[in-house]
């Protein structure tokens, strides 16, 4: 659902970040809000009520090339993790272009995982989306814990259809840029298809 804005030639793509509480999907925003050019993003803002934080900026690649002499400017999003905050998912899942499920690796948050991803797929299903036809990838975030998953175990609970998918260290920026260039690439080859 990008929206083209004319006047600034720019194609502008919505990223949500979903997955359960605490498994690292605003420190996928952060490391990659600190890594990205100043010239090319925007502010960083986040939306935090009392119980929950929904982050969002935008930013301009600059080595994705251009579509139809059209810049693509990717707006990256969180939801809040907690599932009591559904009314707040689904609204900011309204017009997403791609989809990456960042999945807690620690073995006591498998249930949890599953759980969001059920969630995010009835989410989508109700605006109309089918996550096996949108852009998405999953990561599966703290590799780096003692108690991380086995990663065939995480691939075969959390990735059945075998879509692209990343092992990550969030808070050191291991796997970060890798889960993002994947899901802007599938972004792009559909935005290339519809036209």
């Known amino acids: 659902m990008s929206f083209i804005n004319y006047s600034s030639r720019e194609i502008n793509?919505?990223?949500?970040?979903?997955?359960?509480?605490?498994?690292?999907k605003t420190t996928n925003l952060q490391y990659i809000y600190n890594k990205?050019?100043?010239d090319a993003k925007g502010k960083m803002i986040s939306l935090a009520t009392?119980?929950?934080?929904?982050?969002?900026?935008?930013?301009?690649?600059?080595?994705?090339?251009?579509?139809?002499?059209?810049?693509?400017?990717?707006?990256?999003?969180?939801?809040?993790g907690q599932v009591f905050y559904d009314a707040s998912r689904k609204?900011?899942?309204?017009?997403?272009?791609?989809?990456v499920f960042v999945a807690d690796s620690q073995i006591e948050r498998m249930e949890a995982n599953l759980e969001s991803l059920e969630n995010l797929r009835t989410n989508l299903a109700e605006q109309g989306y089918d996550l096996d036809k949108i852009p998405f990838v999953?990561?599966?975030?703290?590799?780096?814990l003692p108690n991380a998953a086995e990663l065939a175990e995480l691939k075969r609970l959390m990735n059945p259809k075998n879509i692209p998918d990343?092992?990550?260290?969030?808070?050191?920026?291991?796997?970060v840029f890798d889960t993002l260039k994947a899901i802007a690439k599938l972004v792009l080859t559909e935005l290339k298809k519809g036209g």
């Open 50 to 80: 009392e119980t929950e934080r929904t982050l969002f900026f935008d930013f301009l690649p600059l080595s994705l090339g251009e579509i139809r002499g059209f810049k693509t400017r990717f707006h990256l999003y969180t939801v809040p």
């Open 91 to 99: 609204l900011i899942l309204k017009g997403v272009d791609g989809v």
């Open 166 to 175: 990343f092992e990550a260290t969030a808070t050191n920026g291991v796997g």
């Open 138 to 144: 999953v990561q599966y975030n703290k590799r780096d």
């Open 13 to 24: 793509c919505k990223i949500v970040y979903y997955g359960p509480g605490l498994c690292g």
């Open 36 to 38: 990205t050019s100043p």
